[in-house]
């Protein structure tokens, strides 16, 4: 009688230890962390004031050359984008913070934001324009904004141009707000990216404005991302490389300029 009772327990000790590694295996199949990051998603922070770039549609929905791009990207990384919006001046404050985890506006690339962030391969082109009022003749170039009040954002690279050309500053919000003080006479111009303007007059053909300056040379625009971002910048870049080599890039490019602005 002890010898089956002592034979029982060993087979029941024996099941035990089966059913505790089949259920250790089942547990790290379920573990495994989505592609793209752990969160199963990408934070993108945007401003949704910037046509045709990132804005909202008549139907309030976030739309844009730029949030189309970071979707497309989004998707192929396996991970669902979830934009987050901010101010332009703040925009660099929240990726530090980490309010997510790029910036997707537009952003220029320049030696000083290198140096404190990462950013991804260029994936649109733009050239500055100074928009005046239509009857202006006092500014007819750069050196004619000296002494003249622009609208700029703080951080914008297009502030810099107009400060270095002797302009005064009036910090605002965006380019619309910019075109709202130029329409109104309380500044004398505007520097901005001329796909913007061309989108602009566009939507308001009635705007008493013109361009009297084109930059002749193009400026690089980028993904931000924090410094020692090395895995998603390397994520992101293949993706926008994909995008180029099947051809879906430049649908996106057709759909809102009507021309490839990769170059």
């Not at 259920?23 to 934070?43: H, L, M, R, V, W």
Request: glycine share 8%; net charge neutral; aromatic share 8%.
């Amino acid at each position: 009688m002890r010898k089956i009772i002592t034979f029982t327990c060993i087979l029941m000790g024996l099941f035990a230890i089966i059913g505790c590694s089949s259920n250790k295996d089942q547990n790290a199949g379920t573990s495994s962390a989505p592609s793209g990051n752990a969160k199963g998603e990408i934070t993108i922070g945007t401003e949704g004031t910037y046509a045709p770039f990132t804005f909202h549609d008549k139907g309030g929905t976030l739309t844009g050359f730029d949030v189309e791009i970071a979707q497309e990207v989004a998707k192929r990384m396996g991970v669902t984008p979830k934009f987050i919006e901010t101010k332009w001046d703040g925009m660099n404050a929240g990726l530090d913070a980490k309010r997510y985890d790029m910036v997707a506006n537009e952003v220029a690339v320049r030696p000083d934001r290198l140096e404190k962030y990462d950013m991804s391969e260029p994936y649109i082109v733009s050239r500055a324009v100074l928009v005046v009022q239509a009857n202006n003749t006092d500014i007819t170039s750069l050196d004619g904004l000296k002494g003249k009040k622009v609208g700029q954002s703080l951080d914008s690279n297009y502030r810099k141009i107009a400060e270095e050309h002797g302009a005064v500053n009036t910090v605002v919000e965006g380019f619309n707000q910019a075109i709202d003080l130029l329409t109104s006479g309380r500044i004398d111009a505007t520097l901005n990216d001329s796909l913007s303007y061309l989108d602009l007059k566009k939507q308001r053909p009635e705007l008493a404005i013109k361009t009297v300056y084109e930059e002749p040379n193009a400026t690089s625009n980028a993904f931000l991302l924090r410094k020692g971002s090395t895995d998603l910048v390397a994520k992101v870049n293949k993706a926008l490389a994909d995008m180029k080599s099947d051809g879906t890039y430049l649908q996106i490019s057709q759909k809102w300029f009507a021309s490839d602005v990769s170059k």
